[in-house]
């Protein structure tokens, strides 16, 4: 009889302790909310408890890494306890990858902006076995450029800049760049024949500075008389003859035939050239070129600036 009482007492604890307590009278039960009844002592006291993982058949659960998706698992778990999935020295395997967004295909990586846009990274099909590896750095790619501006390494391992190469930075600077602006070289010629007078022919007029280098003259023919030219540099408003004397001596117009004649440049800036000066040719001559035969010419060399 006693066992019956308990069964009946077990079932209608399952119901709540209310409705044992009438099916049962002399039943003293415990507070039994969302917990079972684990037993009834000799003195009709009803216990109860939670369910504890002994009490069930399958008291874990089991999460095991998926295959090759590079993320430890722990594998059996008991309920009611804490795991980690995942750790700092995983090497996780996606199909694709977004951050800060979707993402945007397989093989890529896609990056987006904190306010809009994103920059994606992609390999093509055949991509090799290749490693990319950046320098440490906080160089700002979106605040750099320019004109003639260049992503720089200044050595191995140092950081990416942006600067405008130097003369230094060329492998071959030493043949071909120069910090200074380059010079021009540069030639302006002037010639005669039988009967012409030179007096005061102009040679070129200068449309920047510059500087004469080197005067050099030949006669083909004799005028035959005696005739000489004086070359003068000659600012503008100026008679020819006004300006300043660019040799030291004069040309023999009545010299050697085929025979060269190096004029020597006369000191005191007098080669220095301004814009608007002009070289032009003097000489006291003039009838002897009008009624002679000679033919020669002069050569100028100078450089710019």
């Known amino acids: 009889m006693r066992y019956l009482i308990a069964a009946f007492a077990t079932l209608a604890l399952l119901a709540g302790p209310a409705s044992a307590q009438q099916l049962v009278s002399g039943l003293r039960v415990e507070s039994c909310t969302n917990q079972v009844v684990t037993g009834i002592a000799a ?113 191995a391992g140092s950081a990416l800049t942006v600067a ?9 600077s030493a043949s071909g760049c120069s910090t200074a602006s380059p010079t021009v070289k540069g030639v302006a010629a002037i010639g005669w024949v039988a009967g012409v007078d030179v007096n005061k022919t102009i040679v070129f007029t200068a449309s920047s500075s510059m500087t004469i280098t080197a005067a050099l003259g030949t006669v083909d023919t004799g005028v035959g008389a005696t005739a000489t030219i004086q070359p003068y540099k000659t600012a503008s408003g100026t008679a020819c003859s ?17 025979t060269n004649q190096t004029l020597t440049l006369a000191g005191s800036g007098a080669p220095s050239m ?32």
């Open 43 to 155: 003195t009709s006291r009803v216990t109860c408890s939670s369910v504890a993982n002994a009490m069930l058949t399958n008291s874990s659960i089991t999460l095991n890494a998926g295959s090759s998706t590079g993320l430890t698992a722990p594998g059996a778990m008991s309920l009611g306890s804490t795991y980690t999935v995942g750790a700092t020295s995983d090497q996780p395997r996606f199909a694709g990858l977004g951050l800060g967004g979707a993402a945007t295909g397989a093989n890529q990586l896609a990056i987006f902006g904190g306010t809009s846009g994103r920059i994606v990274l992609a390999v093509p099909a055949a991509a090799g076995t290749n490693t990319l590896t950046f320098p440490a750095g906080t160089t700002d790619f979106s605040a750099t450029g320019g004109t003639s501006q260049f992503v720089k390494q200044a050595s």
């Open 274 to 305: 301004s814009s608007g000066d002009r070289i032009c040719l003097s000489t006291a001559h003039g009838s002897a070129f009008s009624a002679g035969v000679g033919i020669g010419g002069i050569t100028f060399e100078y450089t710019v600036p």
């Open 242 to 258: 006004g300006g300043t004397a660019l040799t030291t001596g004069t040309f023999n117009a009545n010299g050697t035939a085929l």
């Open 164 to 172: 405008r190469p130097a003369c230094a930075d060329l492998s071959d």
